[in-house]
Nanobody, 118 residues
C-alpha cells in the first residue's frame, strides 16, 4: 500500500524545537523527492522544504537557517528538524513525495498539527 505517515507534531513554546518524521512505503520512497508542506488556517498550503535522492535540499525563505530536512534511505524516512520556532510556524504540516519530473506532489501524508505559543 502506498502511504506516508507523519509523526512528531505538538505544542511548543516560541523559540523551541520540534522534529517531524515521515515514514514512506517502499513503493514511493526510492524514486521520489521527499518534502514537507504546511497549511495555516485561512491560508494556502505552502512548500517548506524538499530533499532529493542525492541529498540536495531546497527551503522556503521563511524557514531557511531554522529548519533542516533529511532523509534516511535505509529506514525510508524523511525528517524535518525545526528550531527557533515562531508563532507564524503554526500550521498543519504534511509530508509529501513528488516525482522529480512533476511540479506537484503525487502523495501526501495525513498531516500533523504544530502549534507554537508565545
Amino acid at each position: 500500500q502506498v502511504q506516508l505517515v507523519e509523526s512528531g507534531g505538538g505544542l511548543v513554546q516560541a523559540g523551541g524545537s520540534l522534529r517531524l518524521s515521515c515514514a514512506a512505503s517502499d513503493a514511493i520512497y526510492s524514486s521520489n523527492v521527499m518534502g514537507w508542506y504546511r497549511q495555516a488556517p485561512g491560508k494556502q498550503r505552502e512548500l517548506v522544504a524538499e530533499i532529493y535522492g542525492l541529498g540536495r535540499t531546497l527551503y522556503a525563505d521563511p524557514v531557511k537557517g531554522r529548519f533542516t530536512i533529511s532523509r534516511d534511505d535505509e529506514k525510508k524516512t524523511s525528517d524535518l528538524q525545526m528550531n527557533s520556532l515562531k508563532h507564524e510556524d503554526t500550521a498543519v504540516y504534511y509530508c509529501s513525495a513528488r516525482n522529480p519530473f512533476s511540479d506537484i506532489p503525487g502523495y501526501w501524508g495525513q498531516g500533523t498539527q504544530v502549534t507554537i505559543f508565545s
